[in-house]
């Protein structure tokens, strides 16, 4: 009897450490805070799960690992790039801000309604509440990346896909 309960729970171990998302050794040394001071996550395993949410919506569920941040030089909020690779090599990446003005330029642009919030250029990210993604998704024959670029005299984020066969898609969480 002790053996069967014994191998019963190695087995539920086993399948519920599966579907945990390691994190690695390199996303643990990522720094999260950005140069304002503000956290762009409470932790790595909180900026995991965002981005496990977003690689599943543009791949299906994918292994993957956070190769990189980069900040944008914003002075209030947080405006960051997250780069990831997936399980076969592919790389890809989304925006994550908070607290700044923002404009994008896209040829198409999709908002996730599940909140009912709808946020607008030239807004602050954070007047409607929660940080916002952005997501280039390709719907032509080019490697979509997001990018963004700060306007040092008003502060305004400029965020924009890598080429116009991209669509952006704006969460909010």
């Known amino acids: 009897m002790v053996a069967i309960f014994a191998t ?12 945990i998302e390691r994190i690695t050794i390199k ?17 790595t395993a909180d900026l995991k799960s965002d981005a496990a949410k977003i690689i599943a919506a543009k791949y299906g569920k994918q292994s993957f690992e956070i190769i990189g941040i980069e900040y944008l030089p914003v002075k209030e909020g947080f405006a960051a790039i997250v780069s990831y690779r997936i399980a076969n090599g592919a790389t890809g990446n989304f925006a994550t801000f908070e607290g700044v003005k923002f404009n994008i330029q896209s040829q198409s642009i999709v908002t996730d309604t599940k909140t009912g919030k709808y946020l607008t250029s030239g807004e ?20 979509c990346r997001v990018e963004g670029t700060v306007d040092g005299n008003t502060g305004i984020v400029t965020w924009q896909c890598s080429c116009e066969q ?8």
């Open 124 to 143: 602050t990210a954070k007047s409607n509440g929660g940080s916002i993604k952005i997501i280039c998704n390709r719907t032509g024959d080019c490697e």
């Open 8 to 19: 019963l729970t190695l087995a539920i171990v086993g399948v519920v450490s599966c579907q």
């Open 166 to 173: 991209c669509s952006a898609t704006i969460t909010y969480s």
């Open 27 to 43: 996303e643990e040394a990522l720094n999260l805070t950005a140069p304002s001071g503000m956290a762009i996550a409470s932790s």
